[in-house]
Each structure stands twice: as C-alpha cells, then as structure tokens.
Nanobody, 122 residues
Framework: QVQLVESGGGLVQAGGSLRLSCEAS????????MGWFRQAPGKEREFVAL????????RYGDSVKGRFTVSRDNAENTVYLQMNSLKPEDTAVYYC???????????????WGQGTQVTVSS
C-alpha cells in the first residue's frame, strides 16, 4: 500500500511559478511511475505530467509542455512538479498518483494523493 501526500499548492498571479511536491510512503518508490493530474470544477481529470521510476523518461500534457517540469528524488521518495508561466486556466486541484506502468491515462493508477489546490489569478 502506497500513501501519497501532495503539498505546495496555493494562490499565484498569472505568469508566476509554483512547485508541487508529492511524498510517498509504504512502498518501493522507484518501482512506480509517478503521474500528475489535475481537475478543475466541472471538468474531467486531465493528465499533466509523468515520470518513470528511475526518472529517465517523462511525458507532458499538451497544455503544459514547455512550462511545467516533472522530476523525482528517489532517495527522498518525492516527486515534484515545477510550474512556470502559470495561466488562469491552470487553476485546478492537482493530484499525484503512482502506477507500476508508464501510462498517461488515469484509470491505471492504483494510488492517489488527496490533491492540492492551485489557483492562478489574472
């Protein structure tokens, strides 16, 4: 059983930056690909970023490419999402999730954090 706890959300002005963290416990962290997803009110959960277990491969959603960077520190059991050039449309609850497979669809993820709110003001 893997437990995930996100932190780092908050309120930021458009053009600003935030870094989200997700700390894992209860499993062998490097065995899991880690994904970031987000969900805005009234919208479906959206893929944001993905990083493989050893950090060698990454993927990004089209709406965040070039602005967001995913990374991980397996010694600290933590995955990060650096978000730059934030836009009001990035406002959402952001979730990290763990998967034994490297995939972008949320259905395959067994473990989810509780989410952290990111609000970008215009």
């Amino acid at each position: 059983q893997v437990q995930l706890v996100e932190s780092g959300g908050g309120l930021v002005q458009a053009g600003g930056s935030l870094r989200l963290s997700c700390e894992a416990s209860g499993g062998t962290f490097s065995n899991y690909a880690m994904g970031w997803f987000r969900q805005a009110p009234g919208k479906e959960r959206e893929f944001v970023a993905l990083i493989s277990g050893r950090g060698r491969s990454t993927r990004y959603g089209d709406s965040v490419k070039g602005r967001f960077t995913v990374s991980r520190d397996n010694a600290e059991n933590t995955v990060y999402l650096q978000m730059n050039s934030l836009k009001p449309e990035d406002t959402a609850v952001y979730y990290c999730a763990a998967n034994t497979r490297f995939e972008v669809t949320p259905d395959g993820y067994s473990y989810w954090g509780q989410g952290t709110q990111v609000t970008v003001s215009s």
